[in-house]
């Protein structure tokens, strides 16, 4: 007869991405690793160190004006509009979902205001120095960031400006969802209103968070020095949670990179 021990062990997936991590963080467990503990770049999974901190800085429904200085930034998702009125809440679901540039910067910028920055560029920084704070914190010992966005700052250099590893993003994702605005982007709808009562269409990033029932949450991102990287959060089978993260994959391979582990 044959017995468990006599099956050919299972053969590890064949993944584009350069580091991989499947984190069970109600057990404390990873249920796989490829090059988790060596730092990549981010891209826009940063954002959800920057939706972290600004909830921890100010409140939900604080009320955030757009600045010229933010709209400038790369990207247009969510069409933000100078002088609009948004709360945090409905920023940091834009950000989240459309993974919005400007409403990152937005942020930071009102937070860095509040924290004594004097300057658009100043107040970027001082959100920076908040993230990188908590990071600490939390004991990320390789984790960095130098924007709340994930922008690379000289994509000709080839510099990640954000970088962790795939098991410390796996425990920041841990962290992010205990923030219910955070653990529920599968509910999040496609249309959201300024105060002046603007509407502001958008689709979501996170196809498979969009497509695939079981996934509560996630955070895509690409730039051309990060590579393609995405954050994952899955209820399957459920009652279980599992995070995967993938990062140094492509735009494509991210995807199926996270279906295949």
């Given at each position: 007869?044959?017995?468990a021990?006599?099956?050919?062990?299972?053969?590890?997936?064949?993944?584009?991405?350069?580091?991989?991590?499947?984190?069970?963080?109600?057990?404390?467990?990873?249920?796989?690793?490829?090059?988790?503990?060596?730092?990549?770049?981010?891209?826009?999974?940063?954002?959800?160190?920057?939706?972290?901190?600004?909830?921890?800085?100010?409140?939900?429904?604080?009320?955030?004006?757009i600045?010229?200085e933010?709209?400038?930034?790369?990207?247009?998702?969510?069409?933000?509009?100078?002088?609009?009125h948004?709360t945090?809440?409905?920023?940091?679901?834009?950000?989240?979902?459309?993974?919005?540039?400007?409403?990152?910067?937005?942020?930071?910028?009102?937070?860095?205001?509040?924290?004594?920055?004097?300057?658009?560029?100043?107040?970027?920084?001082?959100?920076?120095?908040?993230m990188?704070?908590?990071?600490?914190?939390?004991?990320?010992?390789?984790?960095?960031?130098?924007?709340?966005?994930?922008?690379?700052?000289?994509?000709?250099?080839?510099?990640a400006?954000?970088?962790?590893?795939?098991?410390?993003?796996?425990?920041?994702?841990?962290?992010?969802?205990?923030?219910?605005?955070?653990?529920?982007?599968?509910?999040?709808?496609?249309?959201?209103y300024?105060?002046?009562?603007?509407?502001?269409?958008?689709?979501?990033?996170?196809?498979?968070?969009?497509?695939?029932?079981?996934?509560?949450?996630?955070?895509t991102g690409?730039?051309?020095?990060?590579?393609g990287?995405?954050?994952?959060?899955?209820?399957?089978?459920?009652?279980?949670?599992?995070?995967?993260?993938?990062?140094?994959?492509?735009?494509?391979?991210r995807?199926?990179?996270?279906?295949?582990?």
């Amino acid at each position: 007869l044959s017995t468990a021990s006599d099956s050919p062990p299972i053969p590890p997936p064949d993944l584009t991405a350069g580091s991989a991590v499947v984190y069970n963080p109600y057990d404390d467990m990873i249920l796989y690793q490829k090059n988790a503990e060596q730092p990549f770049g981010l891209a826009s999974i940063s954002k959800i160190m920057t939706a972290i901190v600004a909830l921890e800085h100010i409140g939900e429904h604080d009320v955030i004006e757009i600045h010229k200085e933010a709209v400038g930034m790369e990207g247009n998702e969510g069409g933000l509009l100078v002088g609009e009125h948004f709360t945090l809440r409905n920023l940091i679901l834009l950000m989240l979902a459309a993974s919005s540039n400007d409403s990152a910067a937005a942020i930071a910028e009102h937070v860095g205001m509040l924290y004594g920055a004097h300057s658009f560029e100043e107040s970027q920084r001082v959100f920076a120095a908040l993230m990188n704070e908590t990071a600490q914190k939390q004991g990320y010992l390789h984790t960095h960031f130098e924007n709340p966005t994930g922008l690379d700052a000289d994509e000709n250099a080839g510099i990640a400006s954000n970088v962790s590893t795939a098991i410390e993003t796996a425990h920041l994702i841990a962290y992010a969802l205990r923030y219910p605005l955070i653990s529920a982007l599968h509910t999040v709808p496609s249309i959201l209103y300024s105060e002046e009562g603007t509407p502001h269409s958008f689709s979501s990033t996170h196809e498979i968070l969009v497509n695939e029932s079981g996934i509560i949450s996630g955070k895509t991102g690409f730039t051309d020095t990060a590579g393609g990287t995405l954050a994952t959060a899955a209820k399957i089978p459920f009652g279980k949670l599992s995070i995967i993260v993938v990062l140094d994959s492509t735009r494509l391979g991210r995807f199926e990179d996270t279906r295949h582990v």
